[in-house]
């Protein structure tokens, strides 16, 4: 027996990195499981990597799934991608929000579309689609909307501060899209409670080694060991999906730290454990 037998989950940006984890994860614990993501087949995008990789995965291992390529910055395709996931499969059960968007530049530097543009892929995005799949998880009872946040959420404080631009350079616009997703998920959380509908956000409590973050320099490979395993990262997505309402709802936290706190895990590290995390995870 799966932890999501019988459930179905929309998982978006899932044609690489850690939405895919989620997918192949959620798969394995018996969801029927929608791939979203802009990314069809491998070589159209410059990061390795696409819906046809995950899927297939998925299907080999025994499992179900679907492909739906779409953008989550535009309504059209966000109200569509629930359409296609009710008639593949049913009304959506679970809903992961990881699809993300950075472009790595100074505020300086940054031009105002390309800003538009990813905040309404990590903000907009994660509201357009929760709002598409209430209606029915208000309607059963129930249902779990799980949002992926980044350490980048956590600014670097008041000054003085150094003269290199700081930790977080180029990550700046990322950080405050972050930032209002996890106040975002609180809020939400507080609006859906009395339908039994759970609202959570998450992120890396050490950080992740993904395609995307080697290519940006952030991770040295993809086995990187100074990074944590995906599978926290998938483990800590199932736990926040499959716990029940009053266990859960409305925490922002980080992988390791929810997983030490159920027992999932004996010893975690990182944020939220030996460090502290954003301000909104400490509500």
Known sequence: MGKLDGKVALVTGASRGIGQ??????AR??????????????????????????????????????????????EDDCNRIVAEAKAAYGPVDVLVNNAALNYYLPIVDYPASRWMRAFAVNLHGPFMLSKAVLPDMIERRGGAIV??????????????????????????????????????????????????????????????????????????S??????????????????????????????VTYSQEILQEFGWIEEGTGLGIDRKGSGYSEI
């Open 222 to 251: 993809l086995d990187d060991p100074d990074r944590e395993p995906m599978a926290m990262m998938t483990s800590a997505a199932l736990l926040l999906a499959t716990e029940p309402l009053d266990k859960v709802t409305g925490r």
């Open 147 to 220: 949002n992926i946040s980044s350490v980048g959420a956590i600014g670097p404080g008041r000054g003085p501060y150094g003269g290199d631009g700081g930790r977080g350079r180029g990550g700046t616009m990322y950080g405050a899209s972050k930032a209002a997703l996890e106040r975002f998920t609180q809020g939400l959380a507080e609006e859906v409670y009395e339908h039994g509908i759970s609202v959570t956000c998450y992120s890396p409590g050490v950080g992740v080694a993904t395609e995307g973050t080697v290519y940006f320099g952030l991770s040295k």
């Open 21 to 26: 984890g989620i997918a192949e994860h959620f």
């Open 29 to 74: 614990e018996g969801a029927k499981v929608v791939c979203a993501a802009r990314t069809l087949h491998e070589g159209d995008h410059k990061l390795d990597g696409s819906l046809d990789r995950t899927v297939t995965a998925i299907r080999d291992a025994g499992g179900e799934a679907t492909a739906v390529v779409a953008d989550v910055s535009q």
